[in-house]
């Protein structure tokens, strides 16, 4: 058996919060090209038309992104037209929706980080007895295994704990 193969096995039992920190991956992903767009809008509603275009990277999509970003400024426009539509003014409604997206993309990236940080101690837990029972570590060793301190050898009881001066 391939050691891949090994570590999906003992990944199995994970699968759920693994789909869960991917999903917040992927909004975490979408919130910030959300928020890379919303930037772009207010450069070019504050500066004018275009204005976006003259930083570098900013304004100008790939050609295999024009579909998406069509998509993200149908929603832009339509966003903008409920909040006219609402009396709310377009200048506090889009630092409202930038904040929105930098929230979203805080909160899932938090989710995300919590889920995998979750399973790497599980993991790592179950390697480490893992390993503890198939080195057949017992008593002293497995003190040295996991680099627990030694009883104190003045102490007849050993119950106590050696400290360092």
Known sequence: M???RRLLAYFRPYRGRALAAFGAMAIVSLSTVLLLFLLTKIIDDVLGSGAASAFSGLGRAPARAGP???WLDSLYTSARAAAEAAGIPVRFAV???LLLA???KNVFSYFSEFA???IGLSMGMHFAVGGMLSLNLRGPQARRFFLVPRPIPDQPS???LREDP
């Open 2 to 4: 391939s050691p891949f």
């Open 68 to 70: 998406f970003v069509r």
């Open 95 to 97: 630092p409202i929706l």
């Open 102 to 104: 930098l929230v979203s």
């Open 116 to 118: 995998f940080n979750g």
């Open 158 to 160: 050993g119950r106590g």
